[in-house]
C-alpha cells in the first residue's frame, strides 16, 4: 500500500536525480509496416558482450516506438557533437525526418543508417519487457558499423551537452 503524496514525491526527485544525470544521445531506426521509422534515446546500454546485446526503453508502444517495436530488426546510433538537429527532429512530433540534408542512406538489408554518427549497432528484438508505460526492449547484436569519429553527444539537465577530451576525440578502433 502506498502513501498519498509519497508517490508523487518519489517519483520527481526520481526524475530529478536522472535530470542530472548524463547520458549517451541514440537515434533508433528500424522499417515499420509503413515505412522508416526513429526515434532519439538517451537510456541505451551494453547488456553483454558475448552474445553481444544491448537494451533501450521507449515509452509508449504507439508511434514511433510502436514502428521500432513492429520492425524485424534495428539500428542503434551512437550520436556526435553537432548532431542536435537530429536527435531534436527525432525527439519531436511532426519534425522532418529521414531527409537529404540529415544524410540518411538506406543499408541493403533495408534500414535507414546515418553514416555521420560515430557507430551504429544493428540488431533484432530479443524480447520486450513491459514496464509502467514503458518497455524494455533487448537488442540482439547482428552487427556493428563504423561511422565518423567525433566527441559522443550527451543529454543532461534538458540540454545537449558533449563529452570532449582526448579519450573522446580518439578514433573508434578499427577491425
Known amino acids: 500500500m502506498s502513501t498519498p503524496g509519497l508517490e508523487n514525491d518519489v517519483t520527481e526527485k526520481f526524475k530529478g536525480a536522472f535530470r542530472h544525470h548524463p547520458a549517451g544521445v541514440a537515434l533508433v531506426t528500424g522499417i515499420a509496416p509503413d515505412g522508416p521509422v526513429g526515434l532519439t534515446l538517451s537510456s541505451v ?4 558482450a558475448d552474445p553481444a546485446v544491448l ?3 521507449v515509452t509508449r508502444a504507439t508511434g514511433s516506438a510502436g514502428g521500432i517495436l513492429a520492425a524485424p530488426s534495428a539500428l542503434v546510433h551512437f550520436l556526435v557533437a553537432g548532431q542536435e538537429p537530429i536527435a531534436d527532429a527525432f525527439a519531436r ?5 529521414f531527409t537529404a540534408e540529415q544524410g540518411f542512406q538506406t543499408l541493403p538489408t533495408g534500414e535507414p543508417f546515418l553514416p555521420s554518427a560515430r557507430i551504429a549497432v544493428r540488431g533484432t528484438i530479443r524480447e520486450t519487457h513491459p514496464v509502467g508505460p514503458s518497455a524494455l526492449v533487448l537488442l540482439d547484436v547482428l552487427d556493428v558499423l563504423e561511422g565518423t569519429p567525433g566527441a559522443p553527444l550527451l543529454y543532461v539537465d534538458r540540454h545537449y551537452d558533449s563529452l570532449v ?3 573522446a576525440a580518439v578514433e573508434v578502433p578499427r577491425g
Open 93 to 97: 512530433t511532426g519534425q522532418p525526418r
Open 45 to 48: 546500454a551494453s547488456v553483454s
Open 165 to 167: 577530451s582526448s579519450a
Open 55 to 57: 537494451v533501450f526503453s
